[in-house]
């Protein structure tokens, strides 16, 4: 070892080798053992190398910051390969390096030169704005709001290295991921962190919001006295450090823009970057969110809070391409007019949302739509007769019983939805002849009407 590492004596720059000394479980590296460092590397912490032979770097610097066993644990394991800069304690200058494995097990060698403040602050600058105006550009591009979110966060993550990036909305009730990105061998957590209870899982982070513009834990054993609850949340996600943005809809917090085990870079203000993402993020979600209010307006009756008319249209269109079975139920409230005349609107409210509960009930919110004034139509793509026959007898069966308003029905199932055009019209004959006899048996409601 001592012939080979002789060959970087004449390298032009501080260079050191190291062996890394890992924990019990071997999961981290506590403290590292130098094995060669050449003259330069000397000079600039001012030490002669026979202080440092034999020692570790705790020994020879007992204050030392646990940055650089984090580069050594990624380069020894992963065999990953790093560039940063950072304000080094042991030293007091600003050391651009890279840190690398190398052929000898356990080991890994540093390359180093100093970097004054005023340039350390223009590169800082420099990546900090280059990464918001990256990200902000993806943001406000031409992609689809699930796809621009997914690809904002990817393209974060390639600034700040963090294990996870998340998007997380609340309506201070409860909270849920929305959005992820993971690194590679990472467990994504948007499938189990859905509809939580805001008090047990957020509740904790507004004292963070008293005194900083974000939610920053630098080390979640911090947490582990003042707040198990969320110290245990944490802990199980394999969280170490967190930083999670704010954002904001008229002053109300609705979300958070966070990020997992991001690495520690003096070159990227992190802390910035996400604040900055997070405002445009915040922007996109309550946009979404007003378009999803739009469009379900534009389908939904606000009364019954089945789809509308405009929504079956579409859909009758759609399904007359597939040329799939169809069953259709066309029904209409009987004595609507007569209910409104005695009992004024909110009575015949109470009877158009009784007979929506009863088609929902029977058939499903997604089928069910109000066609007109008093008029309901469900539609049953790729149903087979017999199960619609069956469904039927069901419906029936909870009229007989007067479980909903009086209601007329009318029930037509076609085997070719190219055909469905006809089939309403004549589930919709039938559902008049239905309501024919039922006035024709209460002669009073029909004189009314």
């Given at each position: 070892?001592e ?26 590296v506590?403290d ?6 050449n003259?330069?590397?000397?000079q ?21 910051d ?5 580069y ?31 052929s ?7 390359v ?41 966060l ?18 201070q009730?409860t909270?849920s ?5 993971c ?34 834990i ?34 109300r ?30 922007a ?43 069953g ?19 009575a ?12 929902t ?11 007109g ?9 790729m ?15 909870m ?16 085997r070719?939805s ?22 024709l ?9």
């Open positions: 070892m012939a080979e590492v002789q060959q970087y004596e004449d390298i032009p720059v501080p260079f050191a080798l190291f062996r890394v000394v890992f924990n019990n479980a071997h999961d981290a506590t590292t053992e130098y094995v060669y460092a003259r330069l590397y000397c600039m912490g001012h030490i002669p190398w026979e202080d440092m032979a034999g020692r570790t770097f705790r020994e020879v610097y007992p204050a030392s646990s940055r650089w066993f984090s050594c644990y990624e380069a020894v394991t992963k065999g990953v390969t790093r560039h940063d800069c950072i304000f080094s304690e042991e030293t007091q200058h600003w050391l651009d390096f890279t840190v690398g494995p190398v000898e097990e356990d080991c890994v060698s540093f180093f030169t100093n970097v004054d403040v005023q340039r350390h602050d223009i590169l800082r600058g420099q990546q900090t704005s280059e990464s918001i105006l990256s990200i902000t550009k993806v943001l406000n591009g031409e992609e689809d709001y699930e796809t621009s979110m997914n690809h904002a990817q393209e974060l993550s390639r600034f700040i290295h963090p294990d996870r990036l998340y998007v997380l909305e609340t309506d009730k909270a991921n929305t959005f992820e990105w690194a590679d061998g990472i467990q994504p957590e948007i499938g189990t962190l859905q509809n939580l209870d805001y008090g047990d899982y957020l509740g904790g982070w507004e004292r963070y919001l008293e005194d900083d513009t974000s939610v920053v630098n080390d979640i054993e911090e947490l582990k006295a003042e707040d198990p609850l969320d110290y245990q949340n944490l802990k199980r996600q394999g969280i170490r450090r967190l930083i999670g943005a704010p954002f904001y809809n008229g002053g917090l609705i979300g958070y823009l966070c990020a997992d085990n991001y690495a520690l870079n003096d070159l990227i203000n992190t802390k910035l970057v996400l604040e900055t993402v997070s405002y445009f993020i915040g996109k979600v309550v946009n979404q969110r007003l378009i999803d209010q739009m469009d379900h307006l534009s389908r939904y009756d606000s009364l019954t809070g089945v789809h509308n008319r405009n929504a079956c249209m579409e859909k009758i269109e759609k399904l007359r391409k597939l040329g799939v079975s169809v259709i139920v066309y029904a209409d409230v009987n004595g609507l007019k007569r209910l409104n005349d005695a009992g004024g609107h909110e015949g409210d109470r009877a158009l949302r009784s007979v929506a509960h009863l088609l009930s029977q058939y499903g919110v997604d089928n069910t739509y109000r066609y004034g008093d008029e309901f139509v469900v539609l049953l793509p149903i087979s007769r017999s199960d619609f026959e069956r469904d039927k007898r069901s419906l029936l069966g009229v007989q019983q007067r479980k909903t308003h009086p209601v007329a029905l009318g029930f037509e199932w076609v070719d190219r055909q469905l055009h006809d089939a309403v019209r004549r589930a919709d004959k039938r559902m008049y002849h239905d309501k024919a006899l039922y006035y048996q209460n002669q009073e409601e029909s004189r009314a009407d």
